[in-house]
């Protein structure tokens, strides 16, 4: 930026960011995830977000007061509870303000002589969140709820042939079929049929699942606990890359809001039936790839890092082939890549890309003569912006909602468009893009229980745009040469 780090447009528009970041972080944390002393934890990672990016101590102090005020005016009672209302209040104001003004001392003196102490504390309030994710996961899985059995109990149980099946517990019973021998395609196939909802034999291609997730499922011993752990791992690893993403190329503090946003999207899925979905899974694997790809555009390990980036875009997309726009975005980066590594690029996502293809033919082989072709693909030829808002809407319970996808959606467009790199920049906004106009053309038509649609596909995009939506802050980022 040619704005000088300390003029007044820079001071007010980190001062901005630092009330926008905390605010994250209260609407991720406030709702569940905060385990270990809430009315203590949210205000401290607030105010350590807040002190770390605002530019002086009076807007550190202005901004951390004005962003745990908004929290508690939207706050419900019950969500910070773990100290008596009277004192909730005044208590969270005065540990937002003095973790504020602590944090930006730390930070300025930290910018001279220590620069790696910044990181730890960015790290530190990561590492709890993290904790937070696992804690409350397996507290949730472990604990009957509303009358209902534990997630963990239940995941433990084969649903019957003849019961209607929501997707979630028909993958259940095709784990529970190949569990007991039969082969993927055959199991998929007969719990496909003998679910009450459907009868027939999928109507296309489309209808059955790539195998990939469920070979990786039956392999892993201790189900279904070892089901959880697998996927909170893989949870936090996309945390950790994205934590990486942001410190490379934002303020490292934004990488707190970014870990809150996606600790609390994975929690349903990690605490419901709903972690034998491919998304979250895909997801997951689709951040590190996206990561991969930031570095590979670095100054280091060019090659190495961009093959990392082909080899997991190629996983995700083994895993739910609506990923596949990753291998679009790695194949446009290719092409505005500088010159001298072009024909390498293009060789690594070329070959991702023929790897898919030849996985999805021998998939397609696999069902030959098992479908019912009473559909067509045609069928899922419904999207529109309700689509999409449905997708921004999934999972987003504990995340403040989908106007926090939104709000997270509009930094991410802005931060791609803004990296230097050209490849990078048609990485990510092809990346970016290219799910959104799939929601705006094709839909799933899922239904709840009580008649509501749904559209599950929402994982493919809302962790992306969380991980993203840094960047946009990149040009407030301190100078090198003052670290």
């Not at 027939?200 to 195998?211: C, E, H, M, N, W």
């Not at 803004?418 to 705006?440: C, D, I, K, N």
Request: with cysteine; glycine share 10%.
């Amino acid at each position: 930026s040619d704005t000088p780090r300390g003029s007044k447009p820079a001071r007010i528009a980190r001062a901005a960011a630092a009330l926008v970041a905390g605010l994250l972080v209260h609407g991720a944390l406030a709702p569940m995830l905060a385990q270990i002393a809430a009315v203590l934890q949210i205000p401290v990672i607030a105010g350590l977000t807040v002190g770390l990016l605002a530019a002086g101590t009076v807007d550190a102090a202005a901004a951390g007061a004005l962003a745990i005020a908004i929290g508690l005016a939207r706050a419900r009672p019950e969500q910070l509870a773990s100290a008596p209302a009277d004192a909730r209040a005044p208590l969270a104001v005065a540990l937002v303000l003095g973790t504020a003004l602590v944090a930006g001392a730390v930070h300025r003196v930290a910018r001279r002589a220590h620069p790696r102490i910044t990181a730890a504390l960015v790290a530190g309030a990561i590492l709890i969140v993290t904790l937070d994710l696992w804690s409350t996961t397996f507290d949730l899985d472990a604990t009957p709820l509303h009358g209902e059995i534990a997630g963990f109990t239940a995941l433990a149980i084969v649903p019957p042939a003849g019961q209607p099946l929501a997707d979630n517990e028909f993958y259940q019973r095709v784990l529970g079929l190949m569990q007991r021998g039969d082969g993927y395609y055959h199991a998929f196939r007969r719990a496909y049929r003998e679910n009450p909802r459907w009868g027939t034999d999928p109507y296309s291609i489309a209808g059955y699942r790539l195998p990939t997730l469920f070979w990786f499922w039956r392999l892993l011993p201790g189900k279904p606990r070892s089901l959880v752990v697998a996927l909170l791992a893989l949870c936090t690893l996309a945390m950790a890359a994205t934590a990486r993403l942001a410190f490379a190329r934002a303020p490292r503090a934004l990488a707190v809001p970014a870990a809150a946003l996606l600790a609390a999207y994975f929690l349903l899925p990690c605490t419901t039936n709903g972690l034998l979905m491919m998304e979250p899974w895909a997801a997951c694997v689709g951040l590190i790839s996206v990561a991969c790809a930031a570095e590979s555009h670095g100054p280091r390990g060019r090659t190495a890092w961009a093959a990392a980036a082909a080899a997991t875009a190629l996983l995700a997309t083994l895993v739910r082939e609506t990923m596949g726009f990753l291998l679009l975005a790695g194949l446009a980066a290719s092409l505005r890549s500088p010159r001298l590594e072009r024909r390498a690029r293009l060789a690594l996502w070329g070959a991702a890309l023929g790897g898919f293809g030849l996985a999805y033919a021998a998939h397609a082989f696999a069902v030959a003569g098992a479908i019912s072709r009473t559909g067509t693909l045609t069928s899922y030829l419904h999207g529109g912006l309700e689509n999409l808002w449905l997708a921004l809407s999934y999972a987003t319970d504990f995340m403040g909602g989908p106007g926090t996808a939104l709000l997270c959606g509009a930094l991410a467009v802005a931060g791609g468009a803004a990296a230097r790199e050209p490849g990078l920049r048609a990485h990510l906004l092809v990346a970016l893009l290219a799910p959104t106009a799939l929601l705006l053309v094709a839909g799933n038509r899922a239904l709840l229980a009580s008649g509501a649609r749904i559209n599950y596909w929402g994982p493919i995009l809302v962790p992306l745009l969380v991980a993203l939506a840094p960047l946009s802050a990149g040009a407030l980022r301190p100078r090198p040469a003052r670290e």
